[in-house]
């Protein structure tokens, strides 16, 4: 029901096979396991990701629906590099971040310092 309610018309992709386990309270249940008949007032849910070969979590984390990342992956996987444009503001720079966390993960490295390097191109110079 969750995620229905986060993504109504499944524009990110997104459905009840995303869902990895869910935490009701201090009880955590795999996503096969039957509801309670009483629920708390948290609830908590944790998609499938990298661990799992998916990018759910990503395409939540994110808001970009999941066949959009999956050709930003491929285009990553084959070329090594994306070039995205855009006016400032627009998550252009998020959206990089995330992606090249992901790569770093998925080739089975560690998160460190100097795995993932960022810069950004003036348009105005040639620097």
């Given at each position: ?121 003036d348009?105005?110079?040639t620097?």
């Amino acid at each position: 029901e969750y995620i229905i309610y986060v993504d109504p018309v499944t524009q990110l992709g997104l459905n009840t096979d995303s869902v990895m386990e869910y935490s009701i309270g201090d009880i955590h249940r795999a996503s096969d396991a039957d509801t309670p008949e009483l629920l708390p007032d948290t609830i908590s849910v944790k998609l499938k990701d990298l661990t799992l070969n998916s990018e759910d979590s990503l395409a939540f984390e994110t808001l970009i629906p999941k066949p959009v990342l999956q050709r930003y992956i491929s285009q990553l996987e084959e070329h090594r590099r994306i070039i995205f444009s855009g006016p400032s503001g627009t998550g252009k720079s998020f959206l990089a971040s995330r992606l090249a966390e992901y790569m770093v993960l998925k080739e089975g490295k560690q998160l460190e310092h100097q795995a993932i390097a960022t810069f950004n191109v003036d348009n105005k110079t040639t620097k």
